[in-house]
């Protein structure tokens, strides 16, 4: 969703801006995935907190964990998400170890899919995001026996957050506007007759006649 709200529209001229038919096409005419989008950003809030800020530096780190405090426990963000993520029930029933598995298994099979992405830079900031979910369900998965992140995952973490935050605020401020707008000009394109139809339908007057 967020790089439908950043898009490069024309390279020739280098011109950005919004692009409502991506946002819609990819994000907004599917209810799933706006849904997973959501899930997506609670996950990753849960375990914003979780995660060590250790630079060496005790009062940056002192610093930088009152600051994701304070973000995570702002009354803006707990409106927004009043009912947190809880990771037990992901595991209730005999399934729990294999949902695991499966979800390890999927996690590899993305990362792998970011490699053969073309554009470099596109490639990048991907492959940046997919660490900070890997570096979620890193803290997810050692419940218990947690290691210690590095600044690098960390990182990553945080912009992942950074992105999802935007792409939800996107969705909230934006999606009825894009979804009407998008819906309209589908239902006027329906309503035309296509160009064969039209064709047809001169070439039929004429044999009537």
């Known amino acids: 969703m967020h790089i439908a709200g950043d898009y490069l529209l024309d390279e020739s001229r280098n011109q950005w801006g919004q692009n409502i038919e ?12 706006v849904r997973n989008m959501y899930f ?5 809030t849960e375990y914003l907190e979780q995660a060590e ?20 426990y702002s009354p803006k963000l ?27 298994k999927q996690f590899r099979n993305i990362s792998a899919l970011m490699d053969c992405v073309g554009c470099e830079k596109c490639r990048l900031w ?18 218990g026996n947690q290691d210690k992140e590095g600044d690098q995952t960390v990182i990553a973490l945080v ?6 935050s935007e792409s939800v605020k996107m969705v909230h401020d934006m999606g009825p506007d894009v979804e009407r707008l998008m819906e309209d000009q589908i239902a006027k394109t ?4 296509g160009r064969l139809r039209r064709v047809l339908d001169l070439a039929f007057s004429f044999l009537v006649k």
């Open 40 to 44: 997506t950003y609670l996950f990753a």
């Open 78 to 104: 707990q409106t927004a998400c009043p009912v947190p993520f809880d990771e037990a029930k992901l595991w209730q029933g005999q399934g729990g170890p294999e949902l695991k598995q499966q979800i390890q």
């Open 159 to 164: 912009n992942l957050l950074n992105r999802l």
């Open 126 to 143: 991907g492959k940046l995001q997919v660490q900070g979910l890997g570096t979620a369900l890193k803290i997810l998965f050692s419940v």
């Open 22 to 33: 991506l946002m819609y096409d990819r994000i907004l005419r599917h209810p799933d995935r």
């Open 53 to 72: 800020y250790d630079t060496g530096n005790h009062a940056e780190d002192l610093k930088t964990q009152s600051l994701i405090k304070q973000l995570l």
């Open 190 to 193: 329906s309503s035309k007759p």
